[in-house]
């Protein structure tokens, strides 16, 4: 059974930073495409980043030299680290594999 588990959110103030981590069991992060999504309140799910199983990875243009996307193997983890936060960043956070199993989802909040 393939679970993910995402931990790391929070409150931050603008230009701030946070790390999110996406905790797999019963798949591989090496093997798969992960991705990261997030859904603020009013507004459609939207795909933030990208991992595949090569390395590549993609971004939505409006995240592009502030997020990164990260794997690590040994833990069996994929991580989200947002930098120079804004307020529109603010949304609820959620790790995929394959965009066919999800985790819970975590809450960011950023404010000005």
């Known amino acids: 059974q393939v679970q993910l588990v995402e931990s790391g959110g929070g409150s931050v103030q603008a230009g701030g930073s946070v790390r999110l981590s996406c905790k797999v069991s019963g798949s591989s992060v090496r093997f798969n495409t992960m991705t990261w999504h997030r859904q603020a309140p009013g507004k459609r799910r939207e795909l933030v980043a990208t991992i595949r199983s090569g390395g590549t990875t993609n971004y939505v243009d409006s995240v592009k030299g502030r997020f990164t996307i990260s794997t690590d193997n040994e833990k069996n983890t994929v991580y989200l680290q947002m930098n120079s936060l804004k307020p529109e960043d603010t949304a609820v956070y959620y790790c995929?594999?394959?965009?066919?199993?999800w985790g819970q989802g975590t809450q960011v909040t950023v404010s000005s």
């Open positions: 995929t594999l394959e965009a066919k199993f």
